[in-house]
């Protein structure tokens, strides 16, 4: 069929009238879906637009879909993407056991399928995932936590805020908090277990009643940066808000690597940050793209060994935080 600016037309209204994206696939490129539970997370948008930029400067076309957290929605994202041939998959699920039949259809079309930061449940259909390793990162930032905790003396009464449960990032995380300060009982008492189910307000109530109940608290780590500003309020209330350094100074670690850490470790409030390493992730993602077009079968799990992130050592890591892409963009913009 010859391409003219009609049957150019006739496709985009088309494509329009299904909802879908529009896109001219130029010969021999590669489409890649990007399927989106959602975009509330400051680490998802980074995530696709760091994806969009990279599938760019790789000469492929990506399609994009959002589930707004509805796994039924996202399996006939899936489908239809498969019914348009792309490539590859690239998804974002909200639970891990209900994209065990996206798998499966995306399996019988020989589609390959790719996890980002989140593993499926484990099954016998086949496709990859890239998770953080979330434990360890963790346990790198505790100990580090917990040195300075020995550096300065003294007992020390500890607060963990946790995320959502269903989350295995959330249990691998939580997980690798106490895998550190469970060794070090002598000079850590962890007072407090803030359920957030990635809640903002819970967190804010839950860490409010656990200051109250322990106005000694001098310790404490959240599982997920977004928390921050919630954190940062209870803490400025209860006058624990301090700089390392000055009187009253709560050690501070976070989780993910975001804006508002690079901010508060530029400042000097937050001591230690885990970070997950998007950029790197993305490469991991699209290198298990052109491993199984050509053929290959990498490990249904791949892990970002993530890193460790402190004031001592922000100018050097910096570059490699995503946060501070962001950081970058919005004093730009302000």
């Not at 879909?65 to 239809?80: G, L, P, R």
């Not at 953080?132 to 963990?160: C, H």
Request: aromatic share 8%; glycine share 8%; with cysteine.
């Amino acid at each position: 069929m010859n391409m003219t600016r009609r049957t150019l037309t006739v496709g985009a209204l088309m494509a329009a009238a299904a909802g879908l994206p529009i896109m001219v696939k130029a010969e021999g490129t590669k489409t890649v879906a990007l399927l989106f539970d959602s975009l509330v997370s400051p680490f998802w948008v980074s995530g696709i637009e760091i994806m969009r930029q990279k599938a760019k400067a790789k000469g492929w076309t990506t399609l994009e879909n959002i589930s707004n957290f509805d796994d039924n929605k996202q399996f006939e994202q899936v489908k239809a993407m498969i019914s348009r041939k792309v490539d590859g998959i690239l998804i974002i699920q909200t639970d891990a056991k209900a994209v065990i039949p996206a798998i499966r259809a995306a399996n019988e079309a020989n589609i390959p399928m790719v996890h980002f930061n989140r593993p499926p449940a484990k099954s016998d259909a086949y496709s990859v995932a890239i998770q953080a390793d979330n434990r360890k990162i963790m346990q790198d930032t505790v100990s580090f936590l917990v040195d300075e905790a020995k550096k300065q003396g003294g007992k020390y009464k500890a607060v963990i805020l946790i995320g959502d449960l269903g989350d295995v990032n959330a249990i691998q995380r939580r997980d690798g908090f106490f895998d550190v300060v469970n060794k070090n009982k002598d000079i850590i008492d962890v007072v407090g277990r803030v359920a957030t189910e990635w809640n903002a307000d819970k967190a804010f109530a839950g860490l409010t009643n656990a200051i109250q109940a322990n106005p000694d608290v001098n310790f404490l780590v959240t599982s997920s940066d977004f928390l921050h500003p919630q954190i940062e309020q209870v803490l400025k209330s209860a006058d624990k808000w301090h700089k390392r350094g000055e009187p009253g100074h709560v050690l501070f670690g976070g989780f993910d690597g975001d804006e508002g850490a690079y901010a508060r470790l530029q400042d000097g409030y937050l001591d230690a940050c885990g970070v997950q390493n998007l950029f790197l992730e993305v490469d991991m993602a699209f290198g298990a793209f052109e491993d199984l077009w050509a053929g290959k079968k990498p490990d249904k799990l791949l892990l970002d060994p993530g890193f460790v992130i402190t004031q001592a050592s922000l100018a050097d890591k910096r570059e490699d935080m995503w946060g501070y892409t962001v950081w970058k963009k919005m004093q730009k913009a302000g």
